[in-house]
């Protein structure tokens, strides 16, 4: 091979390098993949009491390590005392780079530019080797890179680098708008940044006439999607190209997969989420979250959520609407698609009865980095929560699951474990920090966890509604091991049950993680009021490049929308604006209008799907909408670029919407470039 083979390919491998690099995901999180929270005792020798990676007893430890340093040099003992205490900073997940192998130094600033502040950032990193560089340290926390010396070494900067460069190359980095790195100070972001590109309004066109709850894109890269009924049918279709005028084909005779045999139908029951896996292409599993009646469906039976674990006696719970406690079972089964479909379960994975008929939530979802199945389970119903099962640890009700549905255990291995199914349990869920939480829990304290999602451009944003009981709809940051509050909280307040069966914990004994949004019920028109939240997405797609970025989410009524605004980037902080929404007058289906508005006559929203493309869908009681260009329904957009043919879908997206296309798409594109070069280099 030749010279400029090795130059082709070098260029080929340096591109690949630099687009699929990861970037930076900068929400608040403590290096053990924690929330950060407000310490229950102040501390005492670190600065972080309001939000916090630290308890008082880190805080003592912390102190414990600075003291045995021996630092002679007060301005360098102070400057090591701010970096020892960045493990406290609520974004320390980020300072030590967990994503990519955590680092035993914070990354310190090292350049003027910085998007943490609205004043510039000095240049922390030259400051501490212009104080430390000659002062002699005992075991020093700034060996970066370097392999632990033995203890109660002394060390002096100078003994291991030359300069201030080589010091700053390995512990330091430019501060960018895209980066967060330590400046001796808590981390906080400049909250001045605005930005001209608010949305003005959503258009909508209605594609389908069919009331669906959930939806699947196809992952294999096709513009098909699978769309599943509360009923328990599931169709396979092929999504109508944008702006063709084309709408959504469903030949109702003949679903894609028919569970109605096993599902129990009903308001509050029914088929509730599906999910394929993330290697469904080349393994066609399948799955489906619905609820089963065990008094009509062989099989249907498992364990009852109210048992001696949680200190629940199931005799003694009312019947709910006729129907005893446990009667209704919540269900996550598995089917095969390959070779053919079939509607025989090839793995029953979870089975819990339930003891009352509301209030379970059902949604599953794999995660895009780990590839687990998260079950989103609400807290079993009944006003405010009456046996406390959100906040008891050894209760499945009003938690968020993590599942490892590939390696399945043996059923020795499931009965010794008290699993409630064919799953085994991810090593890093947080029951290995906490003994008290039941193995599957990954977050707790939610009432009745209604569509989360994850962006797919920041899969750490892991986000959730959350259904109130008398005031606030929730939209939450989810993170491990969080605690979300209910039933002592409902949003940012305090909530009074009217029983407390289950025990009454207070709430100085948790350390709840507040909504990043939301909405009070008397936010809307007093007249419809308000339903209940029904969570979203962060919107990815080209289509509206004003809507870019933001994370909608509806009240079920369908007579509200909403998109938050997080600002600055990556901060966890959110601003949600009330928007209004219409259909297009070009719409491929008509679109009803409610009388005396320009809203669409929806119904009720159930969910919101997305396609491949990133496009977005709203499905309804009265049909299937999806998000189109703004123009169309004559919302202004600047950065918009509307084209000539009135029926064409408007093509267009901010700077970062270009670049940031699917994975998949991009990959593909990426390995095309690189046989090019790699063919041209073979022949030059």
């Given amino acids: 091979m030749g010279v400029h083979h090795l130059i082709f390919i070098f260029l080929s491998l340096s591109l690949i390098q630099i687009f699929i690099s990861p970037t930076t995901l900068s929400l608040p999180l403590c290096t053990d993949s924690?929330?950060?929270f407000t310490p229950k005792t102040p501390l005492a020798f670190c600065s972080y009491n309001q939000s916090s990676c630290?308890?008082?007893?880190?805080?003592?430890?912390?102190?414990?390590?600075?003291?045995?340093?021996?630092?002679?040099?007060?301005?360098?003992?102070?400057?090591?005392?701010?970096?020892?205490?960045?493990?406290?900073?609520?974004?320390s997940?980020?300072?030590?780079?967990?994503?990519?192998?955590?680092?035993?130094?914070?990354?310190?600033c090292s350049s003027t530019a910085s998007s943490q502040t609205n004043q510039s950032t000095n240049n922390f990193c030259k400051t501490v080797w212009d104080s430390c560089q000659n002062v002699p340290i005992v075991n020093s926390p700034l060996l970066q890179g370097q392999a632990p010396p033995a203890a109660n070494t002394t060390t002096k900067l100078t003994d291991i680098w030359p300069s201030s460069s080589t010091f700053c190359s390995i512990t330091g980095e430019p501060s960018t708008n895209a980066s967060v790195c330590f400046n001796g100070e808590k981390t906080i972001f400049n909250t001045t940044t605005t930005t001209t590109n608010v949305p003005k309004g959503l258009c909508l066109e209605r594609i389908g006439n069919n009331s669906f709850i959930d939806m699947a894109a196809y992952n294999d890269g096709s513009s098909r999607a699978l769309f599943a009924n509360q009923k328990g049918q599931i169709w396979l279709?092929?999504?109508?190209?944008?702006?063709?005028?084309?709408?959504?084909?469903?030949?109702?005779?003949?679903?894609?997969l028919d569970l109605t045999d096993e599902v129990h139908f009903d308001t509050a029951t029914g088929l509730m989420s599906i999910a394929i896996h993330p290697n469904f292409t080349s393994n066609g599993r399948f799955f489906a979250s619905f609820n089963c009646d065990k008094?009509?469906?062989?099989?249907?039976?498992?364990?009852?959520?109210?048992?001696?674990?949680?200190?629940?006696?199931p005799s003694e719970l009312e019947h709910d609407n006729g129907v005893q406690p446990c009667q209704y079972q919540a269900v996550v089964a598995e089917y095969n698609t390959i070779p053919s479909v079939s509607a025989e379960e090839t793995r029953r994975i979870f089975t819990m009865g339930l003891p009352y008929t509301?209030?379970?939530?059902?949604?599953?979802?794999?995660?895009?980095?780990?590839g687990y199945l998260y079950f989103m389970m609400g807290d079993g119903g009944g006003v405010g929560d009456p046996q406390n099962f959100s906040q008891n640890k050894r209760s499945l009700l009003g938690k968020i699951m993590r599942l490892d549905v590939d390696n399945i255990p043996s059923e020795e291995d499931i009965s010794r474990l008290a699993l409630w199914g064919n799953y085994s349990v991810p090593k890093d869920n947080p029951y290995t920090k906490d003994n008290e939480l039941l193995l599957e829990i990954w977050a707790l304290g939610l009432r009745n966890p209604w569509r989360c999602s994850f962006d797919s451009e920041r899969s750490s944003y892991f986000i959730c509604g959350d259904i109130g009981q008398d005031e606030y709809e929730e939209v939450n940051l989810i993170m491990k091991d969080g605690n979300y509050g209910w039933r002592l909280y409902e949003g940012p307040g305090r909530f009074s049950p009217l029983q407390t069966s289950g025990g009454n914990s207070s709430a100085g004994s948790i350390n709840p993680i507040f909504p990043v949004t939301g909405y009070s019920h008397y936010d809307l028109n007093k007249k419809e009021g308000s339903a209940s939240i029904t969570g979203g997405l962060f919107y990815r797609s080209n289509t509206d490049p004003c809507m870019y970025g933001s994370y909608l989410y509806a009240d079920l009524y369908a007579t509200a929308m909403w998109a938050a605004t997080e600002m600055p980037k990556d901060s966890g902080n959110f601003t949600s604006?009330?928007?209004?929404f219409t259909c297009a007058s070009d719409s491929p289906l008509p679109c009803s209008i409610v009388p005396g508005s320009s809203l669409p006559s929806m119904g009720y929203i159930f969910s919101f799907g997305q396609d491949n493309n990133k496009d977005v869908y709203l499905l309804t009681s009265r049909g299937v909408?999806?998000?189109?260009?703004?123009?169309?329904?004559?919302?202004?957009?600047?950065?918009?670029k509307t084209t000539t043919s009135p029926n064409q879908q408007s093509s267009s997206s901010p700077l970062c919407a270009n670049m940031l296309k699917s994975s998949a798409n991009y990959l593909t594109f990426l390995l095309v470039l690189t046989i090019v070069f790699l063919f041209i280099g073979l022949n030059y």
Avoid: W
């Fill in 358 to 370: 509301g209030h379970h939530g059902g949604q599953i979802l794999f995660g895009p980095d780990d």
């Fill in 625 to 640: 909408y999806r998000v189109v260009a703004p123009s169309r329904c004559s919302y202004a957009c600047a950065i918009e």
């Fill in 577 to 580: 604006s009330k928007i209004p």
């Fill in 295 to 313: 008094s009509d469906r062989p099989g249907c039976a498992g364990r009852c959520a109210c048992n001696s674990d949680v200190n629940c006696d």
């Fill in 237 to 256: 279709a092929t999504l109508p190209e944008p702006g063709s005028g084309g709408s959504l084909h469903i030949d109702e005779s003949n679903p894609y």
């Fill in 34 to 36: 924690r929330a950060p």
């Fill in 54 to 91: 630290c308890n008082s007893a880190q805080d003592s430890d912390i102190r414990k390590q600075f003291e045995s340093m021996n630092v002679s040099r007060q301005d360098c003992a102070s400057l090591l005392k701010s970096i020892l205490c960045s493990q406290c900073d609520p974004f």
């Fill in 93 to 108: 997940a980020e300072l030590f780079t967990i994503s990519t192998g955590r680092r035993q130094v914070p990354v310190l």
